[in-house]
């Protein structure tokens, strides 16, 4: 038996078939599920179509999470579609690449600004909007990243906000509890994605980790979308408020 089978997921932050989204919807679709899958602006358009196509999403949707009315129209849209739904994905980031070189305190307030809005508060916002049409035992998850733990080289403000995230997802997973919904946050190792290519020094980082990590290798899109699957199925109905690492180990060791 599929072990999402019966269940409908909206996934945030597919940008092309290199994204951990993606590979996530990927995963998430062997194991029986329904998908739909966002977009934040036309020319992301472009790219997510045919990715929906190809694995047969129930549709796609406009979502900039800097955008009020696009937080207000949400809730219509998935009502229209399908009334209600189980698994929230959320696989949003962004912060100014001028900010992700050089010393953290050089960090602009905009740029702080626009990190922790992105990245952080967008969980709070998407949660606050669509808890309403989600079904008892439904399933929230983040994709995070160590750099919210421990200082990596030039992850600067996005650190920040991938912390705020993970302490965001707590508070909600207390408060939506007494709804029957989980909230949890994956913790990927370095993946070779489109957000990932704004950091400075990051192919140094990929082949630190085949170095470093315990199994001498670096995960895929797919090695998390497994974990996912797991944490939007009723294998974890009693984890709530947790960061799981999918990094081949590599948050154990020291001095890396």
């Known amino acids: ?78 009502k229209e579609h399908w009334g209600d739904f189980d698994i929230l994905v959320h696989s949003l980031a962004f912060a100014d690449r001028a900010d992700l070189k050089g010393g953290f305190v050089e960090t602009s307030r905009e740029g702080f600004k626009m990190a922790c809005d992105i990245s952080a508060f967008s969980l709070v916002g998407l949660s606050q909007k669509l808890q309403p049409l989600m079904n008892k035992e439904g399933s929230i998850m983040a994709m995070t990243y160590y750099g919210s733990q421990k200082v ?4 600067n403000v996005m650190g920040v906000a991938k912390a705020a995230l993970e302490a965001s997802s707590r508070y909600l997973a207390n408060d939506l509890g007494q709804h029957g919904i989980r909230v949890n946050c994956v913790s990927a190792g370095p993946i070779k994605t489109l957000a990932a290519s704004g950091i400075s020094g990051f192919r ?19 090695d998390v979308g497994g974990t996912a699957v797991y944490l939007a199925s009723d294998l974890s109905r009693g984890v709530t408020g947790q960061v799981l690492y999918v990094d081949s180990g590599l948050s154990i060791m020291g001095g890396f």
């Open 204 to 222: 140094e980082l990929l082949s630190k980790v085949e170095e470093i990590a315990p199994m001498r290798a670096n995960v895929t899109p797919e």
């Open 152 to 155: 990596i080289t030039n992850y």
């Open 1 to 78: 038996m599929s072990l999402l089978a019966g269940k409908k997921a909206l996934i945030f932050g597919v940008a092309n078939d290199r994204s951990i989204a993606w590979g996530v919807a990927q995963e998430f679709k062997k194991q029986g599920a329904q998908i739909a899958l966002s977009y934040v602006n036309d020319a992301l358009k472009k790219r997510v179509l045919p990715l929906a196509e190809s694995i047969g999403a129930d549709f796609t949707f406009e979502m900039d999470v800097t955008n009020d009315e696009h937080y207000a129209r949400l809730p219509e849209i998935v």
